[in-house]
């Protein structure tokens, strides 16, 4: 295996971050003030980095293509954000805080950034409550806590069904106070199109002003990309129809290293496909698992019948009913992790037992939880969540159970970053869902949110400036320098090819084929065959876009339709590399199931000896295989083996 330069502090494993923190290089605020930060997106990692090192000194520059900063993805999150408060008296601790995650990735993160994560836990919500957010409370006034997959403790930290929201407004008041001083600008509508490297060291950013089309140069000391993950490279998902990859791929074409992009998620939570002209899925937070007990007809008549309508869910009595995540996990039950739920609820509609109209669909069912506790305690806890499925689905949660299907929710895999969130390019960084660092093969429910603040408070404020105190002697560059010049006609060639194509299809005719085949093929499960056989699909989908796309409009205005377009010619370069990277893999760990690879009882069967590794693809050049390299994970403090739910 390569060597790889993780940059992990050296000593016991609970005294790393405690180490860095001691040893690494700081700069004075006379220097702050002459270096420029460049921060893309504005969810809760770029929010919170801008206004942390916004009041460090740094000049920042933050950039979106949302109209608002306050319009990024983070703000759908539902159910809550992780801490080893260990208030409810349960038994957690920041271990088992780092325990339970390293397990529900299945083993395949780094522990060092693990347990950093599980270590700034607990001052993310001191902060936050510092900040105002309205975390639900107790009688007493105490913060409340519930739970989430993958974990026997309550540690869960929430605000009803909004916790992303709230969090999110108390990052964005931070980054407006920062932005009233005047040290940081914001430019809304505006998307990054690519990095620009001088010396080996990211130095700036061409930029597109979505509302006039014009290509825009900024320099920076450093450049910071917080831009989400890419799970709308499967079309349908929970994510905003905006989310996209390019920012990443840009970067990575550019010579960032890629890691494990096969590791994503499928949400088991969700409301099912309901239509062909469907544009995105609807997310039914984790937290009601908590309350809600997941379950089939345990007779196949019965389910045929509800398929049919000819009887409904509140006729099956008890006893005729499977409570399949109670009965194959008993411990945890209807709190297992993600990934093992989703294809326990895939096992069982395959087998003929699903419900709704295509027999896509499991029940969630709140009826014994609302018979226990009242009507109004599930209302409190879950009011927002009950009503926004009613409206989709036109049925009422509190009378008959809701119906639900996995679909892809996240993405683990990002790009490669060291202990510091350094890429392997100087000077360019890597926060929250885009890089790959925290959650292995399969993240936690609630740890999202978590990574994000923590990386953007609690981590880059230190991690960056032992990086930028060997630049203060650099003078602002300008931005007439020729790699600017060169990376501006790179972007403008290519926006120019685009729209040069007049063909056909529509955006979104080639965006589904591209979804429908990564699902069908890369989705659930995965096997050898069906892998190949994606590529070679994805590649002559590629051909058939660059020369019959349809794209409207104008190149010098708002364009939509090019946004699309820009956007989903990265997706069908890294959809390629998502299934190259799964058929790589000959083994199943979390959210990476590999048919060949299961137990007798149907769980994923990991390959440690081969396997134990970061897969970082390396760019080589367009149609050219990308170049494989391994950064080896070294387990210390936790003892590897399959995991057990049961």
Known sequence: MQKFNSKVPKGPLTEK????????????????????????????????????????GFNVKVFCYQDSPRRAHSIAAQGGINAAKNYPNDGDSIYRLFYDTIKGGDYRARESNVYRLAEVSNTIIDQCVAQGVPFAREYSGLLENRSFGGAQVSRTFYARGQT???LLLGAYGSLCRQIKLGNVKLYHRHEMADVVIIDN?????????????????????????????????????TNAMGCNT??????????????????TQIHPTCIPVHGDYQSKLTLMSESLRNDGRIWVPADIE???????????????????????????????????????ASRASKERCDAGFGVNETGLAVFLDFSEAIERLGKNVIEERYGNLFQMYHKIVDEDPYKNPMMIYPAVHYTMGGLWVDYELMTNIQGLYALGECNFSDHGANRLGASALMQGLADGYFVLPYTIQNYLADEIKVPRMSTDLPEFVEAENNVRAQIVKLMSIKGSRTVDYFHKLLGT???????MARNEKGLEKAIELIKKLREEFWVDVMIPGEINAMNVELEKAWRLADFLELGELLA????????????????EYQTEEGEALRN????????????TGDNKEPKLNKEELIFENIELKQRVYK
């Open 17 to 56: 971050w405690s180490s860095f923190k001691d040893s690494g290089k700081l700069v004075n605020p006379p220097n702050k003030r002459k270096l420029d930060i460049i921060i893309i997106g504005t969810g809760l990692a770029g929010a919170s980095a801008a206004a942390s090192l916004a009041e460090l």
């Open 164 to 166: 992303g929201q709230q």
């Open 201 to 237: 060291k990211a130095r700036g950013v061409i930029v597109r002003n979505l509302v006039t089309g014009e290509l825009e140069r900024y320099f920076g000391h450093a450049v910071v990309l917080a831009t989400g993950g890419y799970g709308n490279v499967f079309y349908l998902s």
């Open 246 to 263: 390019s920012a990443i791929w840009k970067v990575y074409k550019k010579g960032a290293y890629f890691a494990n992009p096969c590791y």
């Open 302 to 340: 019965d389910a045929k019948k509800l398929r049919a309508k000819t009887l409904k869910a509140v006729d099956i009595p008890e006893e005729k009913r499977d409570y399949f995540l109670e009965r194959r996990y008993p411990t945890y039950g209807n709190l297992v992790p993600r990934d093992v």
């Open 517 to 523: 085949i990564l699902w069908e093929y890369v989705g």
């Open 580 to 595: 190259r990277d799964a058929l790589h893999r000959n083994e199943s760990c979390g959210g990476h199931f590999r048919e």
């Open 608 to 619: 440690d000896d081969d396997f134990r590794y970061v897969a970082a693809w390396e760019y």
